[in-house]
């Protein structure tokens, strides 16, 4: 199966951190990524990781992958009110040559002033 | 500002019409994706072409095509349009580096069919 699922809503209080998880279910992704999505707006790429780490950190954002369990999560350290937007986990599989994407269900996260 | 462009922004239109989404990817991206976005089923990968080529399909229905042009530009056309349609669709093109396809999505037309 190919199906990444998310929980729907997150939400945080300004300037704490905030976990939004993934799971999916193709264990030969080769990368996964998160993208962010602010209202009105298509997606913006985050960050990615190979599924040959175990963790990225970019700035605030903490990536881990767990491989044996399937399972993405993205942290966002001091969260901020414009961090409020709808987030997209998405598995890559190679596949014949082409790269093929899957994305979540989308993760909802409001953070309260 | 991603660099794709999708026209137009809105779009209302009647159950049992015709409508052509356009999409122009970044200069020098030759894969296009289609995606439709709705309230209760997330993101939806429709189509995705390649320099002119159909690449891979995901759950477009029949009564939905699309095509990439010689200029790379693409368009999906939507007919038979049903209430359930409503939606934002988006285009996306992609390039590789260093083996990371990144896909930059536009801002998207939000279709509503009445």
């Known amino acids: 199966g190919e199906d990444v699922e998310q929980s729907l809503f997150l939400s945080v209080r300004e300037g704490d951190s905030s976990v939004i998880n993934c799971t999916y279910t193709d264990s030969s992704s080769t990368y996964l990524y998160w993208y962010k999505q602010e209202p009105g707006a298509g997606l913006q790429l985050l960050t990615y990781?190979?599924?040959?780490?175990d963790m990225k950190q970019d700035q605030r954002l903490t990536v881990l992958l767990n491989k044996k369990d399937k399972h993405l999560s993205l942290r966002i350290a001091d969260t901020q009110t414009g961090d409020s937007a709808i987030y997209f986990c998405a598995e890559t599989i190679t596949s014949g040559g082409y790269q093929k994407v899957t994305f979540g269900t989308g993760t909802k996260l409001q953070v309260i002033p | 500002d991603s660099g794709v462009t999708q026209t137009p922004k809105h779009l209302i239109t009647a159950t049992g019409q015709r409508v052509t989404l356009r999409c122009s990817p970044r200069s020098g991206d030759l894969s296009v994706y289609w995606y439709q976005q709705s309230l209760d089923q997330g993101l939806q990968f429709l189509i995705q072409y390649y320099n002119g080529e159909e690449r891979a399909k995901g759950n477009i229905l029949e009564r939905f095509s699309a095509q990439q042009f010689p200029d790379l530009h693409s368009e999906l056309n939507l007919s038979s349009l049903e209430l359930g349609d409503s939606a934002l669709y988006f285009c996306?093109?992609?390039?590789?580096?260093?083996?990371?396809?990144?896909?930059?999505f536009g801002p998207g037309t939000r279709l509503l069919v009445l």
């Open positions: 990781i190979f599924s040959n780490m």
């Open positions: 996306a093109s992609s390039v590789e580096r260093l083996g990371v396809e990144t896909q930059y």
